[in-house]
């Protein structure tokens, strides 16, 4: 077993008020794609999920670095 360190990326999308911002409409409606344990695999959900809606301009999906938030100081370490 590696220990490799623990990096935590929530994978969550939905509908924004203007594309170029990260004002969702409907807080309720936003879809949690999942949380993955590094980037790359938070990576391939996210293109996933936003291939789906391509055609769609107030669809957004965005990759947040739970890890960065649940230890902020460890990120020079």
């Known amino acids: ?3 490799k360190k623990q ?3 929530l994978v969550m ?3 924004v008020t203007d594309p170029q911002t990260m004002q969702f409409q409907d807080l ?6 999942g949380i993955f344990p590094d980037y790359p695999t938070a990576l391939e959900a996210w293109r ?4 789906r809606t391509v055609d769609d301009a107030e669809m957004k999906y965005v990759i947040v670095h739970l890890h960065r938030l649940l230890d902020p100081g460890a990120e020079g370490k």
Do not use: K, S
Request: hydrophobic share 45%.
């Open 7 to 9: 990096l935590l990326h």
């Open 28 to 33: 309720n409606a936003i879809e949690v794609v």
């Open 13 to 15: 999308g939905g509908r």
């Open 1 to 3: 077993m590696t220990d």
């Open 48 to 51: 996933g999920a936003a291939q």
